[in-house]
Nanobody, 125 residues
């Protein structure tokens, strides 16, 4: 069972990146997926989540209108499109999965069953 986040990199402020979260060893069909980020010296924070059926999403207030989460269950992958990036959003971004019957908290990541290794996003000013 593995989640792999990718797509991070260095981008200028105002730029865009698309992160991908690919699953191996299990199917994402029955899992909610969340994106979280952690900057040095800061606590982990929830960025966005999408439920297993894809018809319900959550966004942190700070990213609403700029980030879009989506899923392609046929590709066993969830995406996070990030537009108008800001320097303060520099962080390691992680994806995590929670079984659809799990009680999880998208703002903190508590209750997520599986975590992937993160991908670094650096936004230069």
């Amino acid at each position: 069972v593995q989640l792999q986040a990718s797509g991070g990199g260095l981008v200028q402020a105002g730029g865009s990146l698309r992160l991908s979260c690919a699953a191996s060893g299990f199917t994402l069909d029955y899992y909610a997926i969340g994106w979280f980020r952690q900057a040095p010296g800061k606590e982990r924070e929830g960025v966005s989540c999408i439920n297993s059926s894809g018809d319900s999403t959550y966004y942190a207030d700070s990213v609403k209108g700029r980030f879009t989460i989506s899923r392609d269950n046929a590709k066993n992958t969830v995406y996070l499109q990030m537009n108008s990036l800001k320097p303060e959003e520099t962080a390691v971004y992680y994806c995590a999965a929670a079984h659809r019957w799990s009680d999880y908290d998208c703002t903190t990541g508590h209750g997520m069953n599986y975590w992937g290794k993160g991908t670094q996003v650096t936004v230069s000013s």
